[in-house]
């Protein structure tokens, strides 16, 4: 115990993953410089583990089925923000004609970031490609041109500045995954890092 | 579990904190802990704090800014007292870490108390006898918000709201003039969220290889 140490008052309105506090606005964390790309240059691939390749353009996926997600965000660093509104694709369209017999998959982004998450996690209306935040574009700093959503895991699986998905037969660590974040990332079991 | 060992002042809103912490692994400089305090109810909050000092001994010295609204910070830099223990996880972090044996030339660019996991970088090169050079570039609001000012006499100091007397740099935020003539670098940048994307932007216009550039920020929100 924490001798005098009280902490904010207790709202028992809100339902929080274990360690995790209340935040209004909406921090940034990277781990290098903002890749800057136009949308006319963005593409989306996703790469079979027999290598087929399903390609998106912007103008492409902008002309899928949209649909607007609002959902609570947990960051690994301990913030979260909830009730956040998105407009994005799902998972479920881009894949409905990848055949895979894959069970992982390995999240890529413009400027080199890796994230690696189970396919199973991208399915069933659980994972989207968003292109805006809150009726707006969607700022490079929070991963515009589009990024992944993927509300029920930290937001670092939440790739930002996506290009593509690789499928693989076996898992493999991503970025943070390989220097000590825990490899799926349950805020409500609190996998933060290794080990936990 | 760690025990507070000793307090000081680092400026008038930032304290270091010097933990005993019985069996400490060691940790690399930039590395982070988290803190996590338990109110009488059992409520805890958590945040993580970058690790100030370099590696050596069974404890380790964060120093925090105190966030005047913030729900940990105002905890740790004004009640917690020499002797209370504290709950500690860590050390956490491989990405924005400098490691001793790597010669590489290394830019350090840090805005407030984005200067804290610089520091031990800087800390840990002098203790290790390494010999990489390295140049700091570090931007503050007014020379009353330095921190370590003793331990820096060879940084690049930029003031934006105000500058000392004699300061030939007029007070402003951080320019590309501030950042040229730097050889191809390691480069690490910490800082506030708007500090860290002006800086980062202005090192990969001024060509420095983006996958060379490691960046920690900390929203408004921290505390």
Known sequence: MSRGFQGRPRRSDVRLPPGQYLTEDFPVLSAGPTPRVPQD?????????????HTWTWQQLVALPA?????????????????????????????????????????????????????????????WLVHSYDGDDLPAEHGGPVRLLVPHLYLWKSAKWVRGIEMLAEDEPGFWESVGYHDYGDPWREQRYQGD | MATLRERRAESPSAVTLAFDVPGWPGHLAGQHVDVRLTAEDGYRAQRSYSIASAPGGEGL??????????????????ALEAGDPVELRGPVGGWFVWRPGDPSPVLLVGGGSGIVPLMAMVRTRRASGATA??????????????????????????YTRTAPPGEPRAPGRLTRADLAAVP?????????TGFVEAAADLLVDLGHDPARIRTERFGPTGG
Request: glycine letters at 6%.
């Open chain 1, 67 to 127: 649909e607007e997600p609002t959902v609570d965000l947990h960051c690994v660093t301990k913030w979260s923000k909830l009730d956040t509104s998105w407009r994005g694709v799902s998972l479920d369209v881009l894949f409905a004609d990848v055949e895979s017999a894959a069970d992982f998959t390995m999240i890529h982004s413009y400027g080199g970031y890796t994230t690696n998450l189970p396919l199973e996690d991208l399915l069933d209306g659980q994972a």
């Open chain 2, 184 to 192: 191809p670098s390691d480069c690490f940048v910490c800082g506030p």
């Open chain 2, 61 to 78: 010295e964060l120093t925090v800014q105190r966030v005047d609204d913030g729900e940990v910070s105002p905890y740790l830099t004004d």
């Open chain 2, 133 to 158: 050079p390295f140049r700091l570039v570090y931007s503050v609001r007014t020379p009353a918000d330095r921190l370590y000012v003793p331990e820096l006499p060879g940084a690049t100091v930029l």
């Open chain 1, 41 to 53: 240059r963005w593409e989306f691939t996703i790469s079979t583990e027999t290598g087929t390749r």
